[in-house]
């Protein structure tokens, strides 16, 4: 008997505490991808989370109005099959509308935008809270402290462990086979476990509408934890992105021999330099000078990673991973006569 009913104790427990970490982790990768789509603007911010529980909570009195067996795993079960598509549609605002990359959707558009990006998970998320709370004898303060406990361990697991390590497409497939999985499994028909296999197929199969915007041929990508790291050829150049925004391009040599040159020759007697961000082309010049001991400092450790593959940098450039401001306060072995804030 008490094995039958710590069984049935996790059985209640379990899509709670799911829901709470997928519906979290779900948040931070829609707000990493649309906050770029539409140019950095923090309102997108506040829409987001503000459309995220207006939409949740109407599905929340929606599942109030629904009966029958199974909607648990039912509902699971179509979480986790839209998450693909719907991760891959984001950049679509710029096709749908007509926009181009860079251009500022205008505000009943991206409000618009939001809804429908958010509407069936955040119904099916709602739908679901309520279907757990069924199943836990309609005890609220348990539903909401499990789902709030499954929340905070999304949120932690994505701070120390996921981001940096894995890029957000792979860590959207992750939460979509967990939910997809779960919902097979309480749907109580095993036969549809093979639905799992759809992820997969979405992942491979549906075309990313990011890469139908940007344009240029993608060489390489990669995550960090300040966002997706992508370089695509472009004419003659390789442009550098970080979640869809651009950082600098190279070789771009006229602007970089400004930003390079023109302090030099304004400083009488320069013999330390130190370029914070930015492109390392601005570096790359600076170190041409002789007896000019030149830094490249860069917080984003993979984006230095792709810099040093795609760029060749002379063997008299220091190139350092930290933070420019610790690094000044703390660990600058001397002072510099030059800093250039190269972003």
Known sequence: MGGSGQKGLFAALY????????????????????????????LVISLILGVWLVITGTGSMVGRWLKG????????LLFGLVLIPLWKMLWGVF????????????????????????????????CLYTFCLRMLGEKGSIAYGVESGGAFTGGLLF????????????????????????GAVYSGKRR?????????????????????????????????????????????EKVFYLSGKVLFSYPLKENSEK????????????????????????????????????EYIE?????????????????????????AIHYLRESSPAPYDIIIINS
């Not at 067996?69 to 699971?76: H, I, K, P, W």
Request: glycine share 10%; proline share 8%.
């Open 69 to 76: 067996e199974n909607l648990t795993g039912v509902s699971f």
């Open 159 to 182: 701070t120390l462990f996921l981001s940096g390590q894995l890029d957000d497409e792979t860590l959207l497939m992750g939460l979509s086979l967990l939910c997809t999985l779960s």
């Open 15 to 42: 899509p709670a505490f799911v829901l709470g970490l997928s519906s979290t982790l779900l948040q931070i990768l829609i707000l990493r991808r649309l906050i770029p789509v539409f140019s950095g603007n923090e």
């Open 259 to 294: 930003m390079a040159h023109l302090p030099y020759l304004i400083h009488p007697d320069a013999g330390r330099a130190l370029i914070i961000g930015g492109s390392p082309e601005t570096a790359i010049e600076l170190s041409r000078h002789p007896g000019l001991q030149t």
């Open 95 to 126: 096709t749908v509308f007509g926009y181009t990359p860079g251009e500022l959707p205008s505000f009943p558009v991206t409000v618009l935008w939001i809804i429908l990006t958010l509407l069936i998970p955040c119904l099916l998320a709602g």
């Open 299 to 323: 917080i984003n450790e993979r984006l230095l990673e792709v810099i040093k593959t795609e760029i060749p940098l002379p063997a008299g450039l220091t190139v350092i991973n930290d933070d």
């Open 192 to 236: 549809l476990l093979i639905l799992i296999v759809l992820p997969i197929m979405f992942y491979v199969g549906i075309p990313d509408t990011k890469g139908l915007v940007l344009p240029g041929r993608l060489i390489t990508e990669g995550a960090s934890r300040y966002g997706e790291v992508e370089v695509r050829s472009l004419k003659d």
